[in-house]
């Protein structure tokens, strides 16, 4: 006997009734991290206490059955399977959910999870698992990210740039995880830094958990020249934005290592700044976890379940057809 696991509203355990990451309201979900395409108001639920105040801060409506649970503590989900949350390494208090069970054995879901060290998010850990689901968000060759103090050095020298030519320079990235990874990073940069109010938010929780930061001060437009500021990307076209001129904006994400990406995210520039695993670490992770079995999910996971299939791992994108290689 093994795991069943389906796709149905988010991941679906039908064995022991709940959900990974359900999407809409559900009876029982594991929330892996505040990502808000990860929360929905279900009647229990089960998160870590850094992801339960990260969305507490963010207004999230998760109604009043979160259960926090802290990293390694096991718990018992039904009377006999247990569910130990351990870092993902994607932004603070992020969980990757590993579920024990006498008959079935244990089963390991990633959520959006890296490897790679960061300054602001606990270290990912690499249980090992029979079944494994898989965050595939990265899963093609050509995304082989750069470390994060290359790619910030970049940033860096783009920020001293534009405002050498009196110029005020703009780094986005989510609100959550992307720009207090930026923020840690400027901190040995001496350059006054501004945050957007979401970010803001995000960054007192993390202080209040424990993460240092460079000093800040909150985005006053009017005072914003000779500043770095740091905010989300949807809030370029914000009415705020339209007091900050001149200026030159920069996007950090993992997209940046396609060529079109500062075209598709309409910057000056475009630096590769993840907090999802890329194709080595995917390939690196699941030799570690060494699973029977791996279900891929978001991004390239019909192409990357292939691509196992090929290297001899069983390997299905869950939700999606898969294209048999028949060897005809
Ligand atoms: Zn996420």
Redesign the pocket.
């Known amino acids: 006997m093994t795991w069943e696991v389906r796709s149905r509203n988010g991941i679906w355990l039908p064995q022991i009734e709940w959900h990974l990451d359900a999407h809409h309201p559900a009876r029982r979900s594991v929330i892996s991290?505040a990502?808000f395409d990860?929360v929905a108001k279900h009647i229990e639920a089960i998160c870590t206490p850094e992801t339960a105040e990260l969305l507490a801060a963010r207004g999230a409506k998760t109604g009043n059955a979160l259960r926090p649970l802290p990293f390694n503590e096991p718990f018992n989900i039904t009377p006999a399977a247990t569910l130990t949350l351990v870092p993902a390494g994607?932004?603070l208090g992020s969980a990757q959910a590993l579920i024990e069970h006498p008959d079935y054995g244990r089963l390991l879901y990633t959520g959006?999870f890296k490897t790679r060290s960061s300054l602001t998010v606990e270290p990912c850990a690499t249980p090992e698992a029979d079944v494994l689901i898989l965050e595939t968000t990265f899963a093609r060759p050509h995304y082989v990210f750069p470390s994060a103090t290359e790619t910030m050095a970049k940033s860096i020298a783009f920020c001293r740039d534009t405002l050498a030519a009196d110029e005020i320079p703009v780094l986005l990235g989510y609100s959550l995880g992307r720009s207090q990874e930026i923020l840690a990073h400027l901190a040995n940069a001496e350059l006054p830094i501004m945050l957007h109010p979401r970010v803001e938010a995000v960054t007192r929780v993390y202080q209040k958990l424990g993460c240092k930061f460079p000093a800040y001060t909150s985005l006053a437009p009017m005072m914003a020249a000779g500043h770095v500021i740091i905010a989300p990307q949807q809030s370029l076209k914000s009415e705020l934005f339209t007091l900050i001129e001149p200026r030159r904006t920069a996007v950090l994400t993992g997209w940046a290592m396609d060529p079109s990406s500062r075209f598709r995210h309409a910057t000056d520039a475009a630096f590769p700044l993840s907090?999802h695993a890329d194709y080595p670490e995917l390939l690196e992770f699941i030799e570690r976890v060494n699973p029977s079995r791996i279900y891929t999910v978001h991004g390239f996971a019909t192409e990357f379940a292939a691509t196992l299939r090929s290297m001899g791992r069983e390997a299905w994108a869950l939700g999606r057809t898969n294209q048999l290689e028949l060897g005809l």
């Open positions: 991290h990502h990860h994607h932004v959006d907090d």
